[in-house]
């Protein structure tokens, strides 16, 4: 052949590869939306309100950068962290003790900044004006999380922590929004601020080899290696994000790109989608081997690969035939050793919970990851939920998690706030289209109670919103919600009594457990008023690795005794309402509905936590304490701007500053500062006073006396770095949290246990007026709690015998309540006993222990009660009655 046909036969062929691929590569966008959805999408817009105020806050967000961009096209693309500095267009970095370590190779232009090291710090970035352009040294300008100084300093690049990544996030947010605005307006100046981005980002990618790590301080060499937790362009496969906006960018842009490329392409003879495909693939085969399968990890790692799975042209496309149709079965069904795919995700939810086995926190994002995924692939054509009806059940088990102003409940490693929305509002939209209304409805309950409570604000949404919610089918706005909640695996209690922010009461009692991010606390407590967690667990800490961050995580953050129990088993001596662990996470039933309580042993420690409503406004909580050891501190956290202490006859106690606490049980005691005690053996009380509302809030801590007792008034660490989990804003960091340590040594804490009442009030609403022992027992705890309402004698023991405590009182059992109302009888509750009496009324074991409940309400005595029950009172002889609730003697 000659050259001249060789020559016109090889550029025939080129022509033919050209077209063919070509015709292979499919039409975009198609990841969230199509060409044929604008007019739909723009339709929505005008006519919902949430969809209308949710673009408009998009445009006010993006339109001054966008404008500034036609005239200063520089300003926004100098200010990604780059390796900006000639000579140092690093295309190989090694990694050295998980951190950054030196860089190598210069490309053709500058390349992407890898994080400066893996762990975080203090400081957030300045505000995006404020940063400085083309940065050549990776040192960057922080402010302080936990100082009151917001002075900015300047942080050298080995110290940044997250900023290079969080830095580049927001921008590459910003071209994901103004892609999505180019999308819908098809306004030129939107495509060029995004492409510019977009270009600097995927071409300083595109040289940049994934990370070495020789001495494998992240587990694995890096490279392309399987094994590790690095990801591409993070130490952490999970927090390899960036590819995420980047992916949508490039689907809204796609026919835009490919119209306006960028100068270097001709360079180096590419196309965008042939740049962009190396990129995304090389984020997804990375993301395929590391992080390992289990766990959070495993969710996350899909969770930043699928969209630039789904981006991807098909198979055929390339030579190496790895395209969307390739990638995506490693999701939907395939599991490897490095990954799990779909169905062993599903599997990891317990079938009778419906909960995610790690700490709520980590549990609540899982789901709505699984769900935001599905919605994607129904967009291309694969219908993963519709098959897993454990993803609707593990949504609605999230808000048993919930409290009455729709915070998670917070234990483990997590920050506490609201739940995220974005669970029920991917179910609205999935069941909309598939013509699903009853679960549609049930998800516009969800959605519409969170809105109601301020919890939720659906104009805020973002574009991915105006995309997929759905407007709101006719529904109610009341959630049911269950007095008990309780998970096996976690061994944590949740109880309520009413579920509205004004005067629910709610209580958690939390077992412990080690990994699963959930925390080592032992026996820890919580308890809530005016929708807030008054006593809540420490959870102010920057990170895992921040100095503190043992204090938080672990017991001495929590409410409770320290040394001792601080993992393994718990054991449910009684629980009512009682939850079948088989068939629920909830009670099927109400013995009483005025007294919850929980009973839970866990080594040499037991713990009874009560809440006994006296009103449809007032409550007040009872905790009896038993550690069967000499030493025992008792540490009680509380929301405050101080704690006041007094003796039982409201007389101030003079505490003495020291300089420690004589003993530390734990090393981070450290954090406890401006130590001040007195040496009382007496009954006293402490008042947590909370005035930053109006009216201010307030907490009593009510504490029974023992001997050989020590009070410390401690300032603790701050209790979160969040403006939305406590009452204005209180104890918030840098603010330091009042703390109670109840020091009780050389005395056995279960003969002598601690015994206190709490009880939550706004200024001048306080109910209960005294509280009294009845009687003298090593092992009985007897008290007069009298209020403005009623009067309870309450008991609690952990012997089997017969006590009387008053001539009128008889009992034997766990715990009891005799509750007078004006004088006269009101009601009888006894929590798994033989026997209650008091004076002329009386509920009694036929056989086995009972919980069980007598009362008199409209002038008729109702009983309830989980075993055949013998019950006498002042007008009927002693009867025996079957097991049933609420049930009128007649």
């Known amino acids: 052949m000659s050259f001249k046909k060789q020559r016109i036969f090889i550029i025939g062929l080129l022509l033919v590869t050209f077209f063919t691929r070509a015709q292979n590569s499919e039409k975009h966008p198609r990841l969230y939306a199509d060409k044929n959805d604008r007019e739909q999408l723009l339709k929505k817009i005008e006519t919902e309100a949430w969809a209308k105020a949710s673009w408009n806050n998009l445009l006010s967000e993006i339109d001054v950068h966008v404008d500034r961009h036609v005239t200063d096209p520089e300003w926004i693309v100098s200010r990604l962290a780059m390796y900006w500095k000639d000579g140092q267009h690093y295309t190989q970095c090694y990694i050295k003790g998980q951190d950054w370590d030196y860089g190598e190779g210069n490309a053709p232009l500058p390349t992407v900044r890898l994080p400066g090291m893996r762990r975080w710090n203090d400081y957030l970035n300045v505000p995006l004006e404020d940063r400085l352009p083309y940065n050549e040294t990776g040192d960057m300008l922080g402010i302080s999380r936990s100082s009151a100084d917001k002075t900015p300093v300047l942080i050298p690049y080995k110290e940044t922590g997250h900023m290079v990544r969080q830095n580049n996030m927001e921008i590459l947010k910003l071209a994901e929004k103004s892609a999505f605005a180019y999308y819908l307006t098809q306004e030129e100046k939107y495509a060029k601020?995004?492409?510019?981005?977009?270009?600097?980002?995927?071409?300083?990618?595109?040289?940049?080899?994934?990370?070495?790590?020789?001495?494998?301080?992240?587990?694995?060499?890096?490279?392309?290696?399987?094994?590790?937790?690095?990801?591409?362009?993070?130490?952490?496969?999970?927090?390899?994000?960036?590819?995420?906006?980047?992916?949508?960018?490039?689907?809204?842009?796609?026919?835009?790109?490919?119209?306006?490329?960028?100068?270097?392409?001709?360079?180096?003879?590419?196309?965008?989608?042939?740049?962009a495909g190396t990129v995304f693939k090389r984020f997804i085969e990375i993301g395929l081997v590391r992080g390992g399968k289990k766990g959070n990890w495993n969710v996350n790692r899909y969770k930043n690969i699928l969209g630039s799975m789904l981006v991807l042209e098909p198979n055929n496309f390339y030579e190496d035939g790895k395209g969307r149709d390739y990638y995506i079965p490693f999701y939907t069904e395939k599991s490897g050793d490095h990954y799990a795919g779909l169905p062993e995700i599903m599997a990891n939810y317990n079938k009778t919970t419906g909960l995610w086995p790690e700490s709520p926190g980590y549990a609540s994002g899982m789901i709505p990851y699984v769900l935001d995924m599905g919605i994607k692939l129904y967009k291309s054509g694969i219908n993963t939920l519709g098959d897993n009806p454990i993803i609707s059940k593990a949504s609605l088990a999230n808000l048993g998690w919930l409290d009455a102003r729709g915070?998670?409940?917070?234990?483990?490693?997590?920050?506490?706030?609201?739940?995220?929305?974005?669970?029920?509002?991917?179910?609205?939209?999935?069941?909309?289209?598939?013509?699903d209304t009853e679960t549609a409805k049930k998800m516009a309950t969800v959605i519409r109670k969170n809105i109601a409570s301020g919890q939720y604000d659906r104009t805020a949404s973002d574009w991915t919103g105006i995309v997929f919610n759905q407007p709101l089918p006719e529904s109610g706005s009341d959630l049911p919600f269950n007095q008990t909640a309780y998970s096996p695996f976690h061994r944590h209690i949740i109880m309520k009594n009413g579920n509205d922010e004004d005067n629910a009461l709610m209580f958690t009692l939390y077992g412990g457990r080690y990994q699963s991010h959930l925390a080592k606390n032992g026996l820890a407590m919580q308890f809530y008023g005016k929708g807030w967690v008054l006593s809540p667990d420490a959870s102010a800490y920057e990170s895992y690795w921040s100095p503190d961050a043992g204090y938080h995580r672990g017991i001495t953050g929590s409410n409770t005794i320290v040394p001792g129990y601080n993992s393994g088993d718990i054991t449910i001596n009684a629980m009512d309402p009682s939850v079948d662990t088989e068939a629920s996470l909830y009670n099927s039933y109400i013995t009483s509905s005025k007294v919850s309580f929980s009973d839970v042993s866990a080594e040499e420690k037991r713990r009874l936590v009560a809440m006994i409503r006296t009103s449809e406004t007032t409550g007040y909580y009872v905790d009896v304490f038993r550690s069967n050891q000499q030493d025992n501190d008792y540490i009680h956290h509380n929301l405050g701007n101080r704690v006041t202490l007094k003796n039982a006859s409201n007389s101030p106690l003079e505490l003495k500053s020291v300089n420690d606490l004589g003993t530390a049980y734990d090393k981070n005691y450290s954090f406890f500062k401006n130590q001040k005690k007195i040496d009382f053996t007496e009954d006293f009380n402490a008042t947590w006073d909370i005035y930053n509302v109006s009216p201010a809030l307030h907490v009593n801590m009510w504490m029974m006396g023992q001997e050989k007792r020590t009070l410390y008034a401690v300032d603790a660490p701050p209790t979160t770095l969040r403006?939305?989990?406590?009452?204005?804003?209180?104890?918030?960091?840098?603010?330091?949290?009042?703390?109670?340590?109840?020091?009780?040594?050389?005395?056995?804490g279960k003969e002598y246990p601690f015994v206190s009442v709490f009880e939550s009030y706004e200024t001048n609403k306080k109910s209960i007026e005294s509280i009294s022992e009845v009687g003298e027992f090593t092992d009985l705890v007897s008290l007069k709690v009298v209020s403005?309402?009623?009067?309870?004698?309450?008991?609690?023991?952990?012997?089997?015998?017969?006590?009387?405590?008053?001539?009128?009182?008889?009992?034997?059992?766990?715990?009891?309540?005799?509750?007078?109302?004006?004088?006269?009888?009101?009601?009888?509750?006894?929590?798994?006993?033989?026997?209650?009496?008091?004076?002329?009324?009386s509920i009694e074991a036929v056989n086995e222990p009972v919980s069980a409940n007598l009362k008199f309400e409209n002038g008729s005595y109702f009983y309830s009660s989980d075993k055949p029950v013998l019950i006498q009172t002042k007008t009927i002889k002693k009867k025996q009655f079957p097991a049933g609730y609420h049930i009128e003697i007649k």
């Open 193 to 275: 601020f995004s492409s510019d981005i977009f270009w600097t980002w995927m071409l300083g990618t595109y040289y940049m080899q994934p990370p070495l790590d020789p001495e494998k301080s992240t587990k694995g060499p890096g490279g392309y290696e399987p094994g590790g937790i690095m990801g591409y362009y993070d130490y952490e496969v999970i927090h390899d994000d960036r590819q995420i906006p980047m992916a949508i960018t490039y689907d809204f842009l796609y026919d835009y790109l490919n119209e306006h490329p960028h100068a270097h392409l001709k360079t180096i003879n590419k196309k965008p989608v042939d740049v």
């Open 788 to 841: 403005k309402n009623s009067t309870q004698y309450i008991l609690s023991t952990t012997e089997h015998k017969v006590f009387k405590p008053s001539k009128a009182l008889t009992f034997q059992g766990t715990f009891a309540i005799a509750s007078e109302k004006n004088g006269t009888f009101e009601y009888l509750y006894l929590g798994k006993g033989k026997l209650l009496q008091n004076s002329d009324y």
């Open 723 to 748: 403006s939305d989990i406590t009452p204005g804003q209180v104890n918030k960091s840098p603010e330091t949290t009042p703390t109670l340590i109840i020091r009780q040594n050389g005395i056995n």
């Open 407 to 435: 915070n998670l409940v917070l234990f483990g490693d997590m920050r506490g706030g609201p739940a995220n929305m974005s669970a029920f509002e991917s179910l609205l939209t999935y069941s909309t289209w598939e013509g």
